[in-house]
T-cell receptor, first 116, second 114 residues
Framework: KAGVTQTPRYLIKTRGQQVTLSCSPI?????VSWYQQTPGQGLQFLFE???????NKGNFPGRFSGRQFSNSRSEMNVSTLELGDSALYLC???????????????FGAGSRLTVL | AQSVTQLGSHVSVSEGALVLLRCNYS??????LFWYVQYPNQGLQLLLK??????LVKGINGFEAEFKKSETSFHLTKPSAHMSDAAEYFC????????????FGTGTRLQVTL
């Protein structure tokens, strides 16, 4: 079956602009999570959506937002881009059945954002 | 708060040699621990997970990890390294109650030489 699909794979923006990234989870997966990966901060949890509701949130400013649609597809948006937002943004999906021991995250290939 | 620490940001081994990547965890409750691998320009792929069913966990590509509560460790090993194992490896712990919020270690880049 198809994996987690993220679009676009690469994009370049300038400071002050906004960006929207898309994630299509594995069919049947109800939970979608987003992570930011940078050389300096490593992998950091942004937020998680389940049944169109944000269920968990990391320590990021309000410029970072997301949503989930009824088909479980998710988007994240970053407004007023800063140079420090340059990163690989990873989306992951899971079935979310049975608790942490039963669930695993399946990651997409990521969207690499460069802010100039 | 749960956290993991990976010792060694870079590890270099010869092809055929033992691979040992270190991970120590900090958790006030029994942890759910994971090892992920990331190849260049790709996302993360799950190698294995610890869920308290067994202390020795076998994963894909010949990797395994042993959970040692007394040492708060979950080191990743592979008896014989292959060139294709060159990648970055991340240890992670799941927050209580959810598998979706993982705290990752800083990663260890594995280099395999001839």
């Amino acid at each position: 079956k198809a994996g987690v699909t993220q679009t676009p794979r690469y994009l370049i923006k300038t400071r002050g602009q906004q960006v929207t990234l898309s994630c299509s989870p594995i069919s049947g997966h109800r939970s979608v999570s987003w992570y930011q990966q940078t050389p300096g901060q490593g992998l950091q949890f942004l937020f998680e959506y389940f049944s169109e509701t944000q269920r968990n949130k990391g320590n990021f400013p309000g410029r970072f937002s997301g949503r989930q649609f009824s088909n479980s597809r998710s988007e994240m948006n970053v407004s007023t881009l800063e140079l420090g937002d340059s990163a690989l943004y990873l989306c992951a999906s899971s079935l979310d059945v049975g608790g942490p021991g039963a669930n695993v995250l399946t990651f997409g290939a990521g969207s690499r954002l460069t802010v100039l | 708060a749960q956290s993991v620490t990976q010792l060694g940001s870079h590890v270099s081994v010869s092809e055929g040699a033992l691979v040992l990547l270190r991970c120590n965890y900090s958790s006030s409750v029994p942890p759910y621990l994971f090892w992920y691998v990331q190849y260049p320009n790709q996302g993360l792929q799950l190698l294995l997970k610890y869920t308290s069913a067994a202390t020795l966990v076998k994963g894909i590509n010949g990797f395994e990890a042993e959970f040692k509560k007394s040492e708060t460790s979950f080191h990743l090993t592979k008896p014989s390294a292959h060139m294709s194992d060159a990648a970055e490896y991340f240890c992670a712990v799941a927050h209580t109650g959810t598998a979706s919020k993982l705290t990752f270690g800083t990663g260890t880049r594995l280099q395999v030489t001839l």
